[in-house]
């Protein structure tokens, strides 16, 4: 009997948290769609999710790619399928590594910034403050990361997305003997729309999941220092899965035959 | 029959999860009264002037604004009910990320959509209403000292000329000069201002000096309600043993919260 109480009460917090988590969603949605939109708190919030996350994301691109070039082009050696270097690192890096990884090193980057932020001003009754000056806390924290979010990440990624290919392209034309003007063609005809559009929805997902996560673990939190890292944790961790599992789903549903 | 109560609680519960933290309150300030709450820590003060102002969605009973019940309300209605309010908290609850004029104008800038010049000149005039200079307003809130921070708070809570003011624990953390400093700037702004308030506190003296009637909160209930003239001589043990900060009597202080 033990066990079946631990099961039941082990479920039914899941899915309070669950609900919690939706209505907080909906709420912040419903907000999204009337006006007014604060725009300075938007561009801020984009300076703040973007452009500092530009060296970040960029390095790990560049990193990443030069790897994946190397270790494709020791794999694909051994069938005497040198050529596909080129084809196999825009392909992963536009497809899968440019937005998940992007989406991973903005996470860890702005959704703890973001829980710790709303937290802090959670535990110290600034959010309590917001209300009683007739200033619904949603509007004004919440919304402006959310669009912040979802406009911003695809940008990031398309940079990532480049930077990436480039890394591959450094490595293969450098070290590996490849000629600059083939793999660079090669490059161009293995890039299809489709894989560009997954990428860019793939990235504005990506941006929804790491501002809701960061604004619902910071605007939930309680119990003063310890809670707001608590927040922190939860929101960073909540946010690498959800985005891994997001990918999957996309991934899934856009290249299943 | 006179004019309806400013605020009017009839039956107020609240609990959180299984602790019951007010339990039936019945409580009626009069317009341009200054009502203080005592009590001890963790009695539910603060609970109680969440509830008034709808930070916290009480379980039941009545909470009417000049005369009008708050839980029926429509979400516009709400806001501009709101707009009657202004509030001191605990530990000023200042906007970090804004300097002191904007913290003080924020009221003014987003809901009444006040020009920027408009709104800093008003946040100049309420910072030297609560005796800081206009150096201050540039400042952030991490520059501050507690009591300067407690006056930018008091200056923000009455920037929108607010006609109930609630203080949560005005002069905690406090030392006692400027706790009087603090002390006789809110009997000064409510008086300028004609406002009806509730302070909760458990300090004394402030409650002396700001009060027109004390109300004493206890186990979920208010159990004495009077002019402050009268607290002395209230008859009432668990009121005596509070004003007089003995440890011996008929409140006994959990030592574990919960």
Redesign the interface.
Known sequence: MQFLAIVGRVTLAAFAALGRLAIFAGKALGHLARPPIDVQNIVQQMLSIGYFSLPVVGLTALFTGAALAQQIYVGSSRFNAESTVAAVVVIAIVRELGPVLGGLMVAGRVSSAMAAEIG??RV???I??L?????DPFK?LVVPRLIAGVVTLPMLVIVANIIGVFGGFLVATQTLGFNPGNYLQTTMDYLEATDVASSLVKAAVFGFIIALMGSYHGYHSSGGAQGVGRATTDAVVSAFILILFANLVITIVVFRS | MSAPAKIALKGLAKRFGQKVVLDGVDLEVAEGESLVVIGGSGTGKSVLLKCIIGLLRPEAGEVRIDGQETRRMSAAERKAQMAKFGMLFQGAALFDSLPVWENVAFGLLRAQRMKKRAAREIAIEKLSRVGLDAAVAELYPAELSGGMKKRVGLARAIAAEPEIIFFDEPTTGLDPIMSDVINNLIVECVRDLGATTITITHDMVSARKIAHNIAMLHDGRIIWHGPKEAIDRSGNPYVDQFIHGRAEGPIKMAVRAG
């Open positions: 802090t001003m110290t009754e600034q309590d403050a209300v009683t000056l007739s200033t004004y």
